[in-house]
């Protein structure tokens, strides 16, 4: 499942007689604009990403490789 919004949820799988749900894996990014660049950054939990709200302003700290190493909220 995917989504872009702030309210992630797990869909409801459709499984026939016998069949089991694998394991769940979740994953959210966050993508941020600073100098006309683009950094992604991925929040630990579903409490963190749901500080991003969309035209929030955050502090970061990017390395040589233009990974996000810091953020802060402004």
């Known amino acids: ?3 872009s919004d702030l ?3 797990w ?3 459709s499984l026939g007689q016998g069949q089991r749900s694998g394991a769940a894996r979740e994953e959210y990014v966050v993508l ?3 100098d006309d660049k683009e950094y992604r950054y ?4 579903l409490a963190e990403y749901r500080q991003f709200t ?3 302003a955050w502090v970061i700290t990017v390395n040589r490789l233009g990974g996000v190493t ?3 909220p402004r």
Do not use: D
């Open 1 to 3: 499942a995917s989504g």
């Open 11 to 13: 869909p409801v799988p």
């Open 42 to 45: 991925s929040p630990r939990s």
């Open 70 to 72: 810091s953020i802060a």
């Open 54 to 56: 969309p035209g929030s």
């Open 7 to 9: 309210q992630p949820f």
């Open 32 to 34: 941020l604009l600073a």
